[in-house]
């Protein structure tokens, strides 16, 4: 079962999820193309996920799948990162720590060095941390001026022109019940270091989505 698909950089990969099994297996795979009839390979094949019991719910990819680069997940306390080498991808994950993650967490690295974190029922923060490879990570930020911060997906991004910092996060209109009703946010940097909302967008309608939204 495929739980969490991406396209990067002109390639499609998708990740299953394990659940309640430390030592289950881990599979990322790999479409040359989007042609319905492509039979995808097996990029990833592990059951070394460093003790996690539950991973799987969303993964990222830093670089090229096919050249250099990370497969990135994350579950209970940690960060777990795949390294990817001309193409061939580690077993064995390099491994950092963060504070304990409840449901569907979600990994966005924004380099090698940091990543944000959100779980889909901690109503609190984005954080940002810095990667400290078999430690704990330090947190550098985080953001919490959303309305409930019912969803994990976070998109920083930087106009170049202006080096003004912007984020999209997914989130929930203010004053809908269960998981109804998510919605985009667009947040800007303020010149104080802060985020402020600039515009929601609306909302997904009524249906829930208990799994969360990417952007």
Same mark, same amino acid.
């Given at each position: 079962?495929?739980?969490?698909?991406?396209?990067?950089?002109?390639?499609?990969?998708?990740?299953?999820?394990?659940?309640?099994?430390?030592?289950?297996?881990?599979?990322?795979?790999?479409?040359?193309?989007?042609?319905? =009839? !492509?039979? *995808?390979? $097996?990029?990833?094949?592990?059951?070394?996920?460093?003790? %996690?019991?539950?991973?799987? #719910? /969303?993964?990222?990819?830093?670089?090229?799948?096919?050249?250099?680069?990370?497969?990135?997940?994350?579950?209970?306390?940690?960060?777990?990162?795949?390294?990817?080498?001309?193409?061939?991808?580690?077993?064995?994950?390099?491994?950092?720590?963060?504070?304990?993650? =409840? !449901?569907? *967490?979600? $990994?966005?690295?924004?380099?090698?060095?940091?990543?944000? %974190?959100?779980?889909?029922? #901690? /109503?609190?923060?984005?954080?940002?941390?810095?990667?400290?490879?078999?430690?704990?990570?330090?947190?550098?930020?985080?953001?919490?001026?959303?309305?409930?911060?019912?969803?994990?997906?976070?998109?920083?991004?930087?106009?170049?022109?202006?080096?003004?910092?912007?984020?999209?996060?997914?989130?929930?209109?203010?004053?809908?019940?269960?998981?109804?009703?998510?919605?985009?946010?667009?947040?800007?940097?303020?010149?104080?270091?802060?985020?402020?909302?600039?515009?929601?967008?609306?909302?997904?309608?009524?249906?829930?989505?208990?799994?969360?939204?990417?952007?």
């Amino acid at each position: 079962k495929l739980v969490d698909v991406k396209y990067v950089n002109g390639h499609i990969l998708a990740c299953n999820l394990v659940s309640g099994n430390a030592t289950g297996t881990t599979r990322v795979y790999y479409w040359e193309n989007d042609d319905p =009839s !492509t039979v *995808p390979s $097996v990029l990833l094949e592990t059951t070394d996920k460093s003790g %996690v019991a539950r991973v799987g #719910d /969303t993964f990222n990819v830093t670089g090229d799948p096919k050249g250099n680069g990370y497969i990135w997940f994350v579950g209970g306390t940690k960060v777990l990162r795949y390294k990817i080498t001309d193409g061939t991808v580690s077993k064995a994950p390099e491994v950092t720590t963060i504070p304990t993650t =409840s !449901t569907a *967490p979600r $990994v966005v690295p924004v380099s090698d060095n940091q990543f944000w %974190v959100k779980s889909l029922h #901690d /109503t609190s923060k984005h954080i940002l941390y810095n990667w400290v490879s078999g430690g704990t990570a330090t947190e550098v930020e985080s953001i919490g001026c959303t309305n409930t911060n019912r969803g994990n997906a976070i998109a920083p991004f930087t106009l170049a022109k202006s080096d003004q910092q912007y984020a999209f996060v997914i989130d929930q209109v203010s004053g809908s019940s269960g998981w109804q009703n998510q919605t985009a946010l667009l947040l800007k940097r303020n010149s104080d270091g802060s985020w402020s909302k600039l515009k929601e967008f609306d909302g997904l309608g009524t249906s829930d989505n208990g799994a969360g939204s990417s952007i």
